[in-house]
Nanobody
């Protein structure tokens, strides 16, 4: 069964750092874009950063210069290094991936989400 599992969330003081990890597992043929989204209480889920299979990255303006996304294709893993954290970064962070996978004799493509990991930044 194909799944994404995040880790690395927690409680940190403003100005601190955290590193999130997300591992994809299952009958994976290839992974296209991978990304991190976040959802704060009472707000819509928003894209934080994403990265293509070739390594091109994209960030939302509020995290540029503070967050860095990277991936290890051999490990089917995407990372989010978060520095200079602010209270407004507090949210549940979700991993997302566009994956080609094996389904019996067929190859399929789907959009998958992790279960989310809580990041809390105290002031």
């Amino acid at each position: 069964q194909l799944q994404l599992v995040e880790s690395g969330g927690g409680l940190v003081q403003a100005g601190g750092s955290l590193r999130l990890s997300c591992v994809a597992s299952g009958s994976i043929l290839s992974i296209n874009a991978m990304g991190w989204y976040r959802q704060a209480p009472g707000k819509q889920r928003e894209l934080v950063a994403d990265i293509t299979s070739g390594g091109s990255t994209n960030y939302t303006d509020s995290v540029k210069g503070r967050f860095s996304i990277s991936r290890d294709n051999a490990k089917n893993t995407v990372y989010l290094q978060m520095n200079s954290l602010k209270p407004e970064d507090t949210a549940v962070y979700y991993c997302n991936a566009d994956i080609r996978y094996r389904d019996g004799f067929l190859g399929r493509r789907g959009d998958f989400w992790g279960q989310g990991t809580q990041v809390t930044v105290s002031s």
